[in-house]
């Protein structure tokens, strides 16, 4: 399976970034799929997952209410919705699959990464 996250970019802070994560191979529906993010210097932190076998999306404490994680089964994609961006925000944001098909917050536990998109945050 291949992932690519895109939609990355520049905003202002305040402001809403869509990320989408396109998968290749595979259906997202026989996966738990994550979204993940490392800022500079900054160890790889997990956001947000959903699965079938789990439910609906979990967020981390630092992006609840804030950021939308949803299915697009059209294009077999799972999308980020980023709203009221921080500076504190900006960062390479990835996306991942876990074969198992349960959400863990645990980042090795992810078995197929997507390469990054930048998403920057002016303040």
């Known amino acids: 399976v291949q992932l690519q996250a895109s939609g990355g970019g520049l905003v202002q802070a305040g402001g809403s970034l869509r990320l989408s994560c396109a998968l290749s191979g595979r259906t997202f529906s026989d996966y738990a799929m994550g979204w993940f993010r490392q800022a500079a210097g900054k160890e790889r932190e997990w956001l947000s997952c959903?699965?079938?076998?789990?439910?609906?999306?979990k967020y981390a404490d630092s992006v609840e209410g804030r950021f939308t994680m949803f299915n697009d089964y059209a294009d077999n994609s799972v999308n980020l919705q980023m709203n009221n961006l921080k500076p504190e925000d900006a960062a390479v944001y990835y996306c991942a699959a876990e074969r198992t098909g349960y959400c863990t917050r645990v980042v090795p536990a992810y078995d197929y990464w997507g390469k990054g998109t930048l998403v920057t945050v002016s303040s």
């Open positions: 959903t699965s079938l076998k789990d439910g609906g999306p």
